[in-house]
């Protein structure tokens, strides 16, 4: 079946290091892949778009990755602060289809000064 | 500063009653997607519109379930009868489909700030 999976335990990090998310896909071969923040009683908000012939795609302090061999996505925050502590979500599109966009469950980050 | 507006904000209702939650995309989006969310399940997409078409609804269940859109301002989704495990945050978003030489692409989707439905 097909899955999106990220780790669905909250990671905790000290203020200053890099925090590392993990998504990853089963029996889906996407065209690209989003990332998005959500914070408490709040809509997402998208972050970053990545392409499927892209390795790397950067914006300020996150990078995102995307590995279609190993069928992975990882987002990094460097430098991170507290202001960052939220849920982030991976979502891709199937390819195929309508382009509808399906999110993972998401992991809650919590970055502790 | 354009954003998704999504009303109600919280919506109490009991079992059977109709719900209609309404969401007004942001002008110029040709894409809207409904999104359930809770705890147990994440972001479930629910039904999808390109254009005002409805594209796929097929995460809906269809018996209690309908989303319309009947203008570019105005999309629906109507639950009727209601039942307790409904209850769950419900998004609307839009977005752009950009058609280019990588094919077609959903861009960055906006979200509303949701409709909170609590069924007793």
């Known amino acids: 079946s097909q899955k999106i999976e990220q780790n669905s335990e909250a990671l905790n990090i000290q203020e200053g290091k890099t925090a590392t998310l993990t998504c990853n896909y089963t029996?889906?071969?996407?065209?690209?892949l989003q990332w998005y923040r959500q914070d408490p009683g709040r809509g997402p908000v998208f972050l970053l778009l990545?392409?499927?012939?892209?390795k790397e795609k950067r914006k300020e302090r996150l990078k995102v990755t995307f590995d279609t061999t190993l069928k992975q996505s990882l987002f990094h925050i460097t430098a991170s602060q507290p202001a960052d502590s939220a849920t982030y979500l991976c979502?891709?599109?199937?390819?195929?289809?309508?382009?509808?966009?399906?999110f993972g469950a998401g992991t809650r980050l919590a970055v502790h000064p | 500063d354009a954003r998704v507006t999504q009303t109600p904000r919280d919506k109490v209702t009991e079992m059977g009653q109709e719900v209609t939650m309404r969401c007004q995309p942001i002008?110029?989006?040709?894409?809207v997607f409904w999104y359930r969310q809770t705890m147990m399940q994440g972001l479930e997409l629910l039904a999808y519109?390109?254009?005002?078409?409805?594209?796929?609804d097929s995460g809906m269940p269809k018996d209690r379930f309908s989303a319309e859109m009947p203008d570019a301002t105005l999309a629906t989704l109507k639950i009727q009868p209601s039942e307790p495990r409904d209850s769950a945050v419900y998004f609307c978003?839009?977005?752009?489909?950009?058609?280019?030489?990588?094919?077609?692409?959903?861009?960055?989707?906006?979200f509303g700030e949701g409709s909170r439905l609590t069924v007793l």
């Open positions: 978003a839009s977005g752009l489909v950009l058609s280019g030489l990588a094919g077609v692409m959903v861009g960055e989707l906006f």
């Open positions: 029996n889906y071969s996407p065209a690209y």
């Open positions: 990545i392409r499927e012939n892209e």
């Open positions: 979502a891709l599109v199937p390819s195929g289809g309508y382009n509808k966009l399906i």
């Open positions: 002008l110029g989006h040709n894409t």
């Open positions: 519109f390109r254009n005002r078409a409805p594209l796929d």
